[in-house]
């Protein structure tokens, strides 16, 4: 009775082990890091300039040149509005007089002094008389220096007859008119600066935190990426869009012109696999992976995995450097099923599994 047991035993484990290799499911895998992506989010941008010179008058007068238009380009040093400048002339003209009189007053006023103080030698005038010819000649230094810095004044006006470009810029607006009369302060030309330029985007709190994160952004327009660096993320929120202003540098100077519209990309540190190797198993949506020791398939489930969507991996995968995906045969596996890799593709290019 006893060796029928035994022998009925060993063919029960016999028939098992049969069975056991028989559900081996073939697969194919490759190496977890080669598939793992990046994360990348992006969001509407636009190139600004950093100045918009206000260009006005600093004298008043009939304006006589105003030979560009909105939207000309102009170079630094370019003539942009002429003002009539007879005024400004004949009151130059008057200074230079009267500082032409000051310094006769103060050449004569000097003979004077030197004079007095060779009669104090021979004391032919009095001590009073001697602080007189002092003063007049204190007078007549001040005098001098008086119409001298008015003299500066005048020629400045005259300078402001001419007003030249301050920087390389394209103009926005034009505010006046030839043969209108500006006064001091009065707008002529709105000006937009070439450079240096940035780029601006609004982005909601999500988006904000991890552009802080990103391991690297650009802005792209017409399929060409330019890198950037992040200089200055606003504070303020705008209460009905909820959204924040950030602002970016060009890493390179920049060769696109101010206003052109784009989209702002960063990439995150979030490490990221393509939706196509998920698979559900009991309501939850994960990927299969070789276990480490032995032959069989292991679930991983991602609770922030969404269908169709790339979903996030745990970072502490990451750590585990020899970890094998399944991508081939994935639909038919369970966790802990027995499996055989029938292809090793770490060699090949990795395709997106069917």
């Not at 202003?245 to 890493?251: D, G, Y």
Request: aromatic fraction near 4%.
């Amino acid at each position: 009775m006893r060796a029928v047991l035994s022998l009925l035993s060993f063919v029960l484990l016999l028939s098992l082990s049969s069975v056991a290799a028989v559900e081996r499911i073939p697969v194919k895998t490759v190496l977890l890091a080669k598939v793992i992506k990046q994360e990348q989010q992006d969001a509407p941008a636009v190139i600004l300039s950093l100045d918009s010179p206000l260009i006005a008058a600093e004298i008043s007068g009939r304006i006589t040149e105003l030979p560009l238009q909105a939207g000309d380009t102009i170079r630094a040093g370019q003539l942009l509005v002429a003002i009539d400048c007879r005024s400004p002339d004949a009151r130059k003209q008057l200074s230079e007089a009267q500082y032409a009189t000051a310094k006769a007053r103060l050449r004569f006023a000097k003979s004077q002094l030197k004079r007095a103080h060779e009669l104090m030698r021979r004391q032919s005038i009095s001590d009073e008389l001697l602080d007189q010819r002092r003063f007049e000649l204190a007078d007549a230094k001040a005098s001098l220096a008086r119409w001298q810095a008015d003299l500066m004044l005048r020629q400045l006006d005259i300078d402001h007859c001419h007003i030249r470009a301050p920087c390389d810029a394209i103009i926005s607006q034009r505010l006046a008119r030839v043969g209108s009369l500006a006064s001091p302060g009065m707008a002529l030309l709105k000006l937009i600066r070439k450079q240096p330029s940035e780029v601006s985007a609004r982005l909601n709190n999500d988006e904000a935190r991890a552009l802080r994160q990103a391991l690297a952004s650009y802005f792209v327009y017409q399929h060409k990426s330019y890198p950037l660096t992040l200089r200055k993320l606003s504070k303020l929120v705008d209460s009905r869009s909820r959204t924040q202003q950030v602002r970016l540098r060009f890493s390179d100077s920049n060769p696109l012109p101010i206003g052109t519209p784009g989209r702002l990309i960063w990439h995150s540190d979030q490490p990221l696999i393509s939706a196509d190797y998920l698979v559900r198993r009991d309501g939850r949506l994960g990927i299969f992976v070789r276990a480490e020791t032995t032959a069989t398939a292991r679930f991983i489930a991602l609770p922030d995995a969404r269908e169709g969507r790339p979903a996030r991996l745990p970072r502490q995968l990451l750590k585990k450097t020899g970890l094998r995906l399944i991508t081939a045969g994935r639909q038919l596996l369970h966790d802990g099923q027995a499996i055989e890799e029938k292809v090793n593709d770490d060699n090949e290019a990795v395709k997106t599994p069917a």
